[in-house]
Structure formats: C-alpha cells, structure tokens
C-alpha cells in the first residue's frame, strides 16, 4: 500500500472508448487517481459526474483525471454515455492495481462480509509521487477538496 511522498504504483490499464493508459506516460503532469465501487450506483456516479463537471479547471490546474473500478470497459462506456462523463475511465478487472493501491479491501454490510473497492483517491504529483491521499472517501464536497490540492501541489 503506498504512502505519501511514495512512488505511485505504474500501470497500464485498458480505458473507456478504447485505448489504453500508462500511468508512467504521464509524467510531467499531476494526476487524480479516483478509486470507487461500481459504475451507475447512486454515490459512484455522483462522484463521477462531480470530476466530469470540474474537468477543465483540473486541466486548468495541471491535472489529468483518472477514474477507476473493476467494471469492464464495455461497461464503463455504457456508464460514460449515460452520464455524459468527460473523465478517463479504467477497468481493473482483475483489481491488481486495487490491491497494489490497498484499495481492494473487506467490506461488511448488514453483517455480509465481501470484498470490494473502498473509495480512495490519491493525487499524484508531476514525478509520480503521491503528494494526497483521501480514504473511505465521501463523496459531498469531495472533488472540490481535491481540485484545491491540486492547485496547491
């Protein structure tokens, strides 16, 4: 599990539309890395449509922004188009880069113990540093916390 000032964990993961992204080929830009559930649920999609809406002043800010989850990318596009999304977003299938970001954890709901992704976000600097990280993450107000960060990184 990393931690501040640590090296983000590099990872190249099939994206929506098509395509891949690299997190190393980034380089030389900051990059919010959001972690969530699952795609067209009540909170994910909040939080989705939040960084789709604050986009371009992420961009203004020097960012790039990543959404991640284990949801296929055909399922990921159907999620984009519903919602008119702008944002990147990745399938961890096989939630490899969840657990190496320690996302990827045990969940309990109404005595069901399961295992899913909590949501997290971390925000990586131009060299590939994790200079934030937010954890079981809520989603009100939560995009425009990070969209200071990064103003302030």
């Given at each position: 599990m990393p931690d501040?000032?640590?090296?983000?964990?590099?990872?190249?993961l099939p994206r929506d539309g098509g395509g891949e992204v690299t997190l190393s080929d980034l380089r030389g830009t900051k990059v919010v890395?959001?972690?969530?559930p699952r795609d067209d649920t009540p909170g994910c999609t909040k939080e989705s449509i939040g960084f789709s809406e604050q986009l371009q002043a992420f961009s203004d800010a020097g960012a790039q922004v990543l959404g991640v989850s284990r949801d296929t990318v055909a399922k990921h596009d159907k999620f984009v188009a519903k919602h008119g999304l702008t944002?990147?977003?990745?399938?961890d299938a096989d939630?490899?880069?969840?657990?190496?970001?320690?996302v990827w954890v045990e969940?309990?709901?109404?005595?069901?113990k399961s295992m899913g992704i909590?949501?997290?976000?971390?925000l990586i600097d131009a060299d590939g540093h994790?200079?934030?990280i937010w954890r079981k993450v809520k989603v009100p107000g939560?995009?425009?916390?990070?969209l200071e960060a990064v103003k302030t990184l």
């Open positions: 501040l000032s640590d090296t983000a964990p590099d990872f190249t890395l959001f972690f969530y944002t990147t977003m990745l399938s939630s490899d880069i969840c657990e190496r970001y320690g969940k309990n709901m109404y005595g069901r909590e949501r997290a976000t971390f994790i200079g934030r939560h995009v425009e916390e990070v």
